[in-house]
C-alpha cells in the first residue's frame, strides 16, 4: 500500500504550476493596461486604508471634584455634624414620624384627638407659643450652634421695662442664626438680655405640620401674623418678638459675600413698633448669606420669574440651593461650616402712638436703617472680610 507521504511531490507541484499561472495572468493585465474591477474583488481583499477614516471627537468633561470627610474626624464635630444634619431634616423626619404612626391602628383615636387639637383648638402659635426653657437649653442646640460657630453680640442693654421688636437682617436661605440666637439658649440669649422674653416668628403654615410644630413652640417660635404679634406685645414690658423683615423675598438675594436686603417698603413692624409702644433693635448677621451656595437668579430671569410666581402662589418660595454633605465637603443640603456673628444693634425708642402718621413711619424707618447701616460699616472688616460689595437695599 503506497505511503501518504509519496503524495506530497504532487500536490505540490500543481501548486506552484497554478501560481505561475496567475502571475503569467497578473502581467499580461498590466502590459494590456486592464485591471480587474473593484466589484470582482471579495470584501476581504479591499483594504481597510482605502475607506475613509471617522474623527470622532473627544468630549473632556471635567469631573466635579469632591472633598471627602476624613475617617477620623473629633467626636465633637460627629455631634455637631449630626445636630445640624437632623435639623436640617426635621420637616421630612417629623412628618415620616407622624405617617409611621398613622399606620398603626392603635394609635388612631390619640391622632384624631391630636389632629382636631391641631387645627381647630391649640392657639398657641398666635398667642407667644409655649416655650419650654429645658428644651430650648438642651445641649443638642449648643452642637447645633457651635457647628458654624455662631455667636451673639450685644452693643447695648436692654432694660427689661418695654417691650422690643427685634429686626433681624439678612433672611438667608434658612436663617439659621436666628434659630440659634433667638429660639435657643446655645449662645445666651438670657445672658445677653437678661429679663426679656424672646420669640422668633415663622410663617403660620409651619405650625399645620404636626409634630413639627410642637418642636417650634416648645422653642418659643410664634407665627408672623399680626394677630400673633400683636397679642405678644400687648402683654407688655419684657416682651419681645424677633421678624426676619426681609422674608421669603430676600431668600432669593442670598448670595455668599452680599448683603442686598429687602427693606424699603417693609413699614409693617415699624408700625407695630410704634403702635405698642416697643424699642426697636436692629440685628444684622454676618456670615448668614455665607453657609449655602444658590444658582444665580438674578431679577429678570427665568428662574427668577417662576421663584417669584411660586411664592406668590405660597407664600413661600424655594431657592435652589446647596451647601455641603453629611461625609463629603463638597455637596449636599447642609450648610457650610462658617462663621455665624449675629449683632444686637442699640434700641431705637419709639413713643406710642396709636395711629401713626406715615411721615413717622418713614421718619422710624430712616433711624432703623441708619443704625444697621452703623453695624454694618462698624463690623464689616471683622466679620465681612469675604465680601464682594457692599450693603445694599435692593427693594
Given amino acids: 500500500m503506497p505511503k501518504l507521504e509519496s503524495d506530497q511531490p504532487a500536490v505540490n507541484g500543481e501548486k506552484e504550476r497554478e501560481k505561475e499561472k496567475e502571475k503569467k495572468g ?37 469631573l466635579p471634584h469632591i472633598e471627602f470627610a476624613p475617617f477620623v474626624v473629633p467626636r465633637q464635630r460627629r455631634l455637631q455634624t449630626a445636630a445640624v444634619a437632623m435639623w436640617s431634616l426635621m420637616v421630612p423626619l417629623t412628618q415620616s414620624l407622624f405617617f409611621i404612626l398613622c399606620s398603626i391602628p392603635p394609635f388612631w383615636p390619640l391622632i384624631a384627638a391630636y389632629l382636631i387639637w391641631v387645627f381647630f383648638i391649640d392657639d398657641a402659635p398666635n398667642n407667644g407659643a409655649r416655650a419650654w426653657p429645658w428644651f430650648r437649653s438642651l445641649t443638642f442646640w449648643k ?53 426679656i422674653i424672646p420669640h422668633l416668628l415663622t410663617l403660620s403654615s409651619n405650625f399645620y405640620l404636626p409634630i413639627y410644630r410642637d418642636i ?25 418678638i424677633t421678624i426676619v423683615i426681609g422674608g421669603a423675598a430676600e431668600s432669593l438675594s442670598a448670595h455668599p459675600g452680599t448683603a442686598d436686603l429687602t427693606l424699603k417698603k417693609r413699614f409693617g413692624f415699624i408700625k407695630l413698633a410704634i403702635q405698642y409702644g416697643a424699642d426697636l433693635v436692629p440685628v444684622f448677621s454676618f456670615g448668614e448669606n455665607d453657609i449655602y451656595e444658590q444658582l444665580s437668579n438674578e431679577k429678570g430671569t427665568t428662574l427668577y420669574k417662576l421663584q417669584k410666581k411660586f411664592q406668590h402662589l405660597f407664600g413661600f418660595t424655594l431657592p435652589l440651593f446647596h451647601g455641603r454633605g453629611i461625609l463629603n465637603y463638597t455637596i449636599g443640603l447642609m450648610p457650610y461650616r462658617r462663621r455665624i456673628v449675629i449683632v444686637c444693634g442699640r434700641p431705637i425708642h419709639v413713643e406710642r402712638v396709636a395711629n401713626p402718621s406715615q411721615q413717622l413711619l418713614e421718619e422710624t424707618q430712616k433711624l432703623y436703617i441708619e443704625e444697621l447701616m452703623r453695624i454694618w460699616d462698624t463690623y464689616k472688616d471683622a466679620f465681612a472680610k469675604q465680601r464682594r460689595k457692599e450693603l445694599t437695599l435692593i427693594a
Fill in 143 to 195: 452642637l447645633f450652634a457651635h457647628y458654624y460657630p455662631a455667636e451673639l453680640m450685644n452693643e447695648a442693654a436692654l432694660p427689661p421695662d418695654r417691650p422690643y421688636i427685634f429686626g433681624y437682617h439678612p433672611h438667608g436661605i434658612i436663617g439659621m442664626g436666628a434659630i440659634a440666637s433667638f429660639a435657643t439658649e446655645s449662645i445666651g440669649f438670657s445672658e445677653s438680655f437678661p429679663g
Fill in 216 to 240: 417650634l413652640l416648645w422653642m418659643g417660635i410664634a407665627s408672623v401674623s399680626r394677630k400673633s404679634c400683636a397679642n405678644i406685645l400687648k402683654k407688655g414690658p419684657g416682651q419681645s
Fill in 26 to 62: 497578473h502581467k499580461s493585465g498590466k502590459l494590456s493596461g486592464t485591471s480587474t474591477p473593484s466589484a470582482s474583488r471579495s470584501p476581504s481583499s479591499v483594504s481597510l486604508s482605502l475607506l475613509p477614516r471617522l474623527k470622532i471627537p473627544r468630549i473632556e468633561a471635567p
